[in-house]
């Protein structure tokens, strides 16, 4: 699981790229979820657009790090998912459960509407 973080107004953006499927890296990044819900900052954004192949393993981190944002009065927002990656969240019906955005911009300005 490789990424790269940035910041934009309130929100921390991951730019995930190639395969997420858990093990050792996911770990850290699990680590970095922590350390950013200890500075306060709950406001995360995913950012699929490099994302190749996402497994169960890496959907069960989805699942996780939105529920312990939520836990915080945060949230994690999906965008710009690849077809593949939009077909994987109809098929497990997390369509539902996640707010996606077709740009970073939108789920940008999705966390300003809220305040």
Not at 7 to 32: L, Q
Not at 82 to 103: A, C
């Amino acid at each position: 699981m490789e990424y790269s973080i940035s910041e934009k107004n309130d929100a921390v953006i991951f730019s995930f790229k190639g395969n997420i499927m858990g093990g050792p890296t996911a770990t850290g990044f699990r680590e970095e979820i922590k350390s950013l819900v200890d500075d306060g900052k709950t406001n995360i954004i995913g950012d699929f657009s490099a994302v190749d192949f996402m497994n169960s393993s890496g959907l069960g981190i989805l699942i996780a790090t939105l529920t312990s944002l939520r836990k915080e009065g945060g949230d994690f927002k999906i965008c710009s998912p690849t077809d593949r990656i939009k077909s994987l969240l109809k098929i497990s019906k997390l369509f539902t459960v996640f707010d996606i955005y077709q740009t970073q911009e939108e789920a940008v300005k999705a966390y300003q509407e809220k305040k």
